[in-house]
């Protein structure tokens, strides 16, 4: 990737999605402390009930700047992945000045590789 020329990079869109939690995060959050002391009460952090909410964005950004932006609710699976790839990944490249031929980069996260995803690629 590192040798391509730099006009390559001017037909490149980034693409991925993030959730973001109106309280807290998702995953595990880890306080280390020496064994047998209290734990400070500055580093507990409160929980709200059923989740408190979140909004699920898409986006992709290129050399020109960035392209659409897709909030959602709910988990994104390879359906809703691909429908927004239809929706958005085109429009946002012809937005963006990059037109028809350019090439899309993301992650290997499941429902990016899915079978779906990649037979739309093509």
Same mark, same amino acid.
């Given at each position: ?13 980034f ?14 959050i880890? $306080?280390?402390r ?13 929980? $709200? ?7 699920? $964005? ?7 700047? @960035? ?17 927004? @790839?239809?929706?958005?990944?085109? @429009? ?29 690629? @093509?």
């Amino acid at each position: 990737m590192l040798n391509k020329p730099e006009t390559y990079w001017n037909n490149v869109l980034f693409a991925d999605e993030s959730k973001f939690n109106i309280f807290g995060s998702d995953g595990r959050i880890m $306080v280390w402390r020496r064994k047998n002391k209290e734990l400070n009460p500055k580093n507990l952090v409160g929980t $709200v009930k059923y989740d408190g909410g979140g909004v699920l $964005v898409w986006g992709c950004i290129s050399a020109s700047g @960035l392209g659409n932006l897709v909030f959602t609710d709910g988990i994104m699976n390879r359906v809703l992945y691909l429908n927004i @790839l239809r929706d958005y990944l085109k @429009l946002s490249a012809q937005n963006s000045g990059i037109g028809k031929n350019f090439v899309s980069y993301q992650d290997n996260d499941p429902k990016h590789t899915a079978l779906n995803v990649r037979l739309w690629s @093509l």
